[in-house]
């Protein structure tokens, strides 16, 4: 999705460096409210179908994300009182969110209306275990151990998956079994490492893809998480943050005048 803002000379687009941007701000207030990892992955999910359906102009993006966590929170049955969520929001951008509750139940009922009530998110964490555990106890073509620090770099890669549209349009082991590839090729540094996959035959890579060519697991689907990360890890080494920042504040002084 590709959305072109103009004003004052100043272009934006709904792309990958806006929604980089946004995963970011979901991390800070998620860290500022102390929240497990899964409720700020819900978070992401919602604000991508959100966008699915309502343009980028027509709203307050930091209020859009308050209310995703603040959502977020009461499915992952870890309820944030309101105004606990509002009072950390107006800490992290004070002159974006209102100092109003009111403000945030009425987003939080327009954004469960522009989401039909679809509010259950099926996330990969569980899947990249199950992968593990057969891959361990598999045959000798296909036997491959992942070592602790495997899993946390896959984990990493999952929580940066957020931020692209895959959790819209793929099942939860085909997000994790593309991470558990990137991380057996490019090792735990993946966005340094992107522009440098090796050719080179891997007895473990080899194991892996034996696993899957013995599974039924959609090879295609594979396929394209691994190049839609690769795209997003690409993007992210030129990255410009304030930017981004910038223009999106000017958008939404223009919105409020």
Known sequence: MEIQLYGNECAMKYDINMR?????????????LNLRQIIISTAEVYLTRFFVRVSI?????YLLVTTCIYIACKMEESPQHIRTILSEARNCWPEFIPNDLTKLAEFEFYLIEELNCYMVVHHPYNSILEVVNVLKDGDMSSRLEVSPEEL???????????????????????IATGTLYLTLVLGADVRKSVNNISSTQNPRIEAFVNFLAASNIDLDEVIETIQELLTLYDAWNSYDEMYVKNGLHQMLLNMNR
Do not use: A, V
Request: charged fraction near 15%; glycine fraction near 2%.
């Open 20 to 32: 980089i941007y946004l995963h970011q701000l979901i991390i800070k207030l998620g860290r500022k």
């Open 57 to 61: 102009r027509e709203i307050n993006i």
């Open 152 to 174: 946390q770099t896959c984990w990493s890669i999952m929580n940066d998956s957020y931020i692209t549209d895959l959790h819209l349009l793929f099942p939860p082991h085909i």
